[in-house]
């Protein structure tokens, strides 16, 4: 599995952007970046997730560097909901095993 | 979306007896299940892969004769902690992938043994 680095933890203020990074530069050729966050004593949720191509859903988007030993969850407007643990974990779209690492607590202030 | 529930959320139990957690894809079928283990502060570990109709394939220091796992259906898996010590306290937290994309999560349960 590829090696990722996350911030320990970022804050931001409600309704601003939030940038949140991670450097995965021993990913494999084949591999996808998933991004999943962890709210407070809940199971994972799904982010958003991508190869190459910069992805939008409801929820983020995603930027991906050209040779993809990075990449960047964008929160366009950060809510106090959107406090959690963010996971960034490359690997394979199949089975849905993921190794998680410590991820990134985003702190959100009012 | 899919909806994977655990049941139940939290759980005491003492020193020495068993623990069963189900774990439950509600609207889809899912022929593999991962169950992963949490201590505070930390983060996921993976634990086990549960297979429906077959053998649980364990990570290496998980113990498979203490954490039993059985998955008879498509839509269900079960995680038994057996003869539980303090130092199994922790959040067990299963997924379920759908159509090879996404996983969907339990929202987890909390075990703590006195």
């Known amino acids: 599995d590829a090696k990722t680095t996350q911030p320990n933890s970022m804050e931001s203020n409600e309704e601003e952007p939030v940038h949140l990074p991670c450097n995965h530069s021993?990913?494999?050729?084949?591999?996808?970046i998933h991004w999943y966050r962890q709210l407070p004593s809940q199971g994972p949720e799904y982010v958003i997730h991508?190869?190459?191509s910069n992805v939008n859903n409801r929820m983020a988007s995603l930027a991906i560097a050209e040779d993809r030993k990075s990449s960047t969850l964008i929160l366009h407007r950060a809510t106090l909901r959107d406090a959690a643990v963010y996971y960034c974990i490359p690997g394979g779209t199949s089975y849905g095993k993921l190794t998680f690492g410590q991820g990134t607590i985003l702190t959100v202030h009012p | 979306g899919a909806v994977v529930s655990q049941h139940p959320s939290w759980v005491i139990c003492k020193s020495g007896t068993s623990v069963k957690i189900e774990c439950r894809s509600l609207?889809?079928?899912?022929?593999?299940m991962f169950w992963y283990r949490q201590f505070p502060k930390q983060s996921l570990m993976l634990m086990a892969t549960?297979?429906?109709?077959?053998?649980?394939?364990?990570e290496q220091g998980v113990e498979k004769d203490k954490f039993l796992i059985n998955h008879a259906s498509l839509t269900l898996s079960t995680l038994t902690v057996t003869s539980a010590h303090p130092e199994d306290s922790s959040f067990y937290i299963c997924s379920a992938p759908q159509a090879g994309t996404e996983a969907f999560f339990g929202q987890g349960t909390r075990l703590t043994v006195v």
């Open positions: 609207d889809f079928q899912a022929t593999t």
């Open positions: 991508g190869l190459t």
């Open positions: 021993t990913i494999s050729g084949t591999d996808y």
């Open positions: 549960s297979n429906e109709g077959s053998k649980a394939t364990y």
